[in-house]
């Protein structure tokens, strides 16, 4: 069965620091996605991605944030200063049309020190 | 606004007893609901979906009946298993999102004693 991959599953960052984190949604997708679910509380949308741009984002999703599909095939999310809060878990989804075939990854958990 | 709310966990169970995790919802206009399952280390799987109201979905001995009137969204499951230890989520997409972001619940985690 197609799935979505994110990398790294498990990322430390020193606060301030730039992080990618990284997804290859399934092939033939056309929306992709990015959630995250900070330790204990609901996973919350941070932006959905469609056609090479943004299509929609969350208020979490300030200028310290960036998405890009640089080649065809990976998603990739950007923190550009991280900060302590923004340790979470970081979930890639995908879908081609509709909610049929929407599709999670594993998720990457970022740990900001 | 759009929002799901979840019984609070953790629901502890013994081997084939009867689960209910709770469900309700607010939302505008008609939304899709579903309940999401994330194994220990995994991602999010969908469990099952109901797209209009009296619709039931069902996957794996999972049920849940999408109630309008009272805007719910119960899972139930007449026997679980060990297997079924996990954290379940509540959501729902709004009838009126062209993006189609999910809003999720905060999740209830179950655990299930053999």
């Known amino acids: 069965e197609p799935e979505v991959t994110q990398t790294p599953s498990h990322q430390v960052t020193q606060m301030g620091q730039e992080v990618i984190l990284r997804c290859v949604p399934i092939?033939?997708?056309?929306?992709f996605y990015w959630y995250r679910q900070i330790l204990g509380q609901k996973v919350e949308f941070l932006v959905s991605f469609y056609n090479n741009e943004i299509s929609e984002k969350s208020e979490i999703f300030d200028d310290q944030f960036s998405v890009e599909r640089p080649d065809g095939s990976n998603f990739t999310l950007k923190i550009r200063s991280t900060k302590l809060e923004d340790s979470a878990m970081y979930f890639c989804a995908s879908r081609r049309g509709g909610v049929e075939g929407y599709t999670f990854g594993s998720g990457t958990r970022l740990t900001v020190v | 606004g759009n929002s799901v709310t979840q019984m609070e966990g953790p629901v502890t169970l013994s081997e084939e007893a009867f689960l209910t995790i709770n469900c309700t919802y607010t939302?505008?206009?008609?939304?899709?609901l579903f309940w999401y399952v994330q194994y220990p280390g995994e991602g999010l799987q969908l469990l099952l979906k109901a797209t209009k109201a009296d619709d039931k979905g069902s996957n794996k001995g999972f049920e849940a009946t999408y109630r309008k009137e009272t805007t719910s969204f119960h899972l139930e499951k007449g026997s679980v298993q060990v297997s079924d230890s996990a954290v379940y989520f509540c959501?729902?997409?709004?009838?009126?999102?062209?993006?189609?972001?999910?809003?999720f619940g905060t999740g209830t985690r179950l655990k299930v004693l053999a």
């Open positions: 092939s033939n997708h056309l929306y």
């Open positions: 959501a729902l997409i709004p009838g009126t999102s062209g993006t189609y972001k999910y809003i």
């Open positions: 939302a505008t206009g008609y939304p899709s």
